[in-house]
């Protein structure tokens, strides 16, 4: 029997809708970590039917390091509406932080480093992480790193 603290618990934490999180945590007879990588295997999958659409709304972002390193970001996505969300917005700050600490030279090179704050993901599954959660397609359009003295 899954218990609703187990079921917020799990939303809380993965951000997934409820449903998804109940059939997850049904799955793995309500052990919440296999439940937590059954979400992010889910989501990655339904981030790689999203891959053909187009993405023409987004945002620009900015993130300055001690007033030693500056980087501008643009990130897009489908509609105004996702790019307005609270989770697109910590994807774009999580990405600035990865150019500022990894001064990656291209967007393929970011897409293959491993996520700063947990090595065990490559940015293009965080990425993918936040499509599933989001609905949309998400694509990393250019960024810019600047270095005092660089």
Same mark, same amino acid.
């Given at each position: 029997? &899954?218990s609703?603290d187990?079921?917020?618990? %799990?939303?809380?934490?993965t951000?997934?809708?409820?449903?998804?999180?109940?059939?997850?945590?049904?799955? *793995?007879k309500?052990?919440?970590?296999?439940?937590?990588? %059954?979400?992010?295997?889910?989501g990655?999958?339904?981030?790689?039917?999203?891959?053909?659409r +187009? *993405?023409?709304?987004?945002?620009?972002d900015?993130?300055?390091?001690?007033?030693?390193?500056?980087?501008? %970001?643009e990130?897009?996505c489908? *509609?105004d509406?996702?790019?307005?969300?609270?989770?697109?917005?910590? %994807?774009?700050?999580e990405?600035?932080? +990865?150019?500022?600490?990894?001064?990656?030279?291209?967007?393929? *090179?970011?897409?293959?480093?491993?996520?700063?704050?947990?090595?065990?993901?490559?940015?293009?599954?965080? &990425?993918?992480?936040?499509?599933?959660?989001?609905?949309?397609?998400?694509?990393?359009?250019?960024?810019?790193?600047?270095?005092?003295?660089?």
């Amino acid at each position: 029997m &899954i218990s609703i603290d187990q079921l917020k618990k %799990l939303r809380q934490k993965t951000g997934a809708g409820v449903m998804d999180c109940r059939k997850a945590l049904e799955e *793995t007879k309500g052990d919440e970590k296999k439940a937590e990588d %059954l979400l992010q295997k889910w989501g990655i999958e339904k981030s790689e039917k999203k891959a053909d659409r +187009q *993405t023409k709304a987004g945002i620009i972002d900015s993130y300055i390091h001690g007033g030693k390193v500056g980087v501008m %970001l643009e990130l897009l996505c489908e *509609t105004d509406f996702v790019a307005k969300t609270d989770d697109f917005k910590n %994807l774009s700050h999580e990405l600035c932080l +990865q150019i500022a600490s990894m001064n990656p030279k291209d967007v393929k *090179t970011l897409e293959s480093q491993e996520y700063i704050r947990d090595p065990k993901i490559i940015i293009r599954d965080l &990425i993918k992480q936040t499509i599933g959660k989001l609905g949309e397609n998400i694509t990393v359009s250019r960024f810019t790193r600047y270095q005092l003295g660089g």
